[in-house]
């Protein structure tokens, strides 16, 4: 949860010893309590067999699968809640109506842009061979297959364009670095996810602004290539469960179809209950929580040039305590935050951070840079309170969260609770403690830790 100890390796002490000035800096200002809050999300939809949803949506497709056996299975990097279930039901799906499925690593440059990286991370998110019952395979190499109008070449996973046809997998839902008619989704994962790293820098090279419909146009260049059976998309509500499976034809995808889902996946965005923080402290960000380790929707920051900041929330000053072990290193998204501990840089692996930094572009420009770096969490803390323009210390308006996709619990300082009281989602779970405790984040309060 952010606050649990690392061990140390010997090759990256190194590196931690040359911030050693910072130890033992005086930072003013005492460490606030706060009190546990449990969040009871409004009633949301949610799919209670995933399995047979999947195998449901892709009735449609039972024509196109005869006399087309390899069929190419994406899974990307992004954290779906029931990924591994719903590529485990397609491939018994495409098995039974006469296709040798197998899965491809669909995620750009993630997982160090290596095959090998790509296989870890999908492992990590459960989607491995002997659990979804097909072979993964993985490799980096990608063939040319068209150009965007201005020039840009088009790459495609080589696994997926020697394939018979390809059935897309990915949740829709808004993107953390634009807006757009088609963000985060299907034409992203057919054009970025199996673009590979060579296609993934390709698209974002022209900007984040314009990679919306540079997604668009790619895919509609890959899907003229006649291999893409459909989409099946994964709408998952606030409580990240899975809120809807449903298929988007080929002809769909960029399209009204997958339009339509996303602007669904918008009214289903978990969003914090408050629009205003001097500190919003985050136990740890990760590649498995967001494509920029913290969600910007709900930090309320984006930090990518030529792009608009969001107007809600307006947060001051964001810590970051922790990375999440399913980022493999990869810190992308750091810089998001205002302040971390000096711990923090024992989990990076810096090739793979900024791999994915300059394979997104301007996208990657500000967000893989390091926070200020403290001694620890207390350090943090306290100079997170001393620099958020609040005098009046007793009034900070500081909220821990575990991470960004986790918003049904929070701790909050007293100066929220008079909000707290008036809203009917959030009630008081647990007597007041100290935010820090030893130096660290103090354990979440046996009230808000999920049963098993």
């Known amino acids: 949860m952010g606050n649990e100890p690392i061990p140390a390796r010997a090759h990256d002490m190194d ?11 005086p930072i003013p ?4 309590v706060v009190v546990p809050v449990h969040r009871d999300m409004p009633p949301q939809p949610s799919v209670e067999d995933v399995a047979a949803a999947t ?94 109008a201005d020039g840009t070449p088009v790459h495609w996973a080589r696994v997926a364009a020697e394939a018979d046809a390809v059935l897309l997998i990915n949740r829709v839902k808004p993107h953390t670095d634009f807006r757009g008619p088609v963000e985060s989704g299907l034409a992203k994962i057919l054009a970025v996810g199996l673009g590979k790293q060579r296609g993934a820098e390709a698209l974002h090279a022209g ?18 290539q006649g291999k893409v059976l459909g989409g099946l998309a994964i709408l998952e509500n606030a409580h990240e469960h899975t809120a809807a499976v449903e298929i988007v034809p080929a002809s769909e995808i960029g399209g009204d179809g997958e339009m339509a889902l996303l602007r669904r996946a918008h009214d289903l965005l978990g969003r914090l209950p408050f629009t205003e923080l001097d500190v919003l402290a985050v136990d740890r960000l990760g590649k498995d929580k967001s494509g920029t380790g913290m969600d910007t929707n709900v930090l309320g920051r984006c930090w990518v040039p030529g792009v608009p900041e969001f107007s809600s929330p307006d947060i001051t000053v964001v810590t970051v305590h922790g990375l999440t072990s399913a980022s493999h290193g990869n810190a992308s998204g750091l810089g998001l935050a205002d302040i971390a501990p000096l711990r923090i840089l024992d989990t990076i692996d810096l090739r793979a951070t900024y791999l994915n930094a300059v394979t997104s572009g301007t996208g990657g420009l500000r967000r893989a ?9 207390a350090a943090v803390v306290r100079a997170a309170v001393a620099m958020c323009g609040r005098r009046d210390r007793t009034q900070v308006r500081l909220v821990r969260i575990e991470d960004t996709l986790s918003l049904e619990r929070m701790m909050v300082t007293p100066a929220l609770l008079p909000e707290v009281e008036r809203d009917p989602q959030l009630s008081v779970a647990g007597d007041p403690v100290p935010l820090v405790e030893a130096g660290v984040l103090s354990p979440w309060p046996h009230a808000l830790v999920p049963a098993g």
Do not use: C, K
């Not at 590196?15 to 033992?24: C, D, K, M, N, Q």
């Not at 005869?66 to 899974?75: I, S």
């Open 29 to 32: 200002g005492n460490i606030p």
């Open 55 to 148: 195998a449901l949506a892709l009735e449609s497709l039972r024509s196109q699968v005869g006399g087309r056996p390899r069929v190419a299975v994406t899974a990307g990097s992004r954290g779906i809640n029931e990924i591994a279930t719903v590529v485990r039901a397609a491939v018994e799906w495409l098995r039974a109506a006469g296709a040798d499925p197998f899965i491809v690593p669909a995620m750009g440059s993630h997982g160090g842009a290596t095959a090998e990286g790509q296989l870890a991370v999908l492992a990590d998110l459960g989607v491995y061979e002997a659990a979804v019952g097909a072979p993964v395979i993985a490799s980096m190499d990608t063939v040319e297959v068209g150009h965007l």
């Open 369 to 377: 840079r390091l926070p200020i770096l403290l001694e620890d969490d």
């Open 207 to 224: 900007g984040v602004a314009a990679l919306g419909e540079s997604m668009r146009e790619a895919a509609q260049v890959i899907l003229r």
């Open 15 to 25: 590196r931690i010893e040359a911030f050693s000035a910072v130890r033992g800096l």
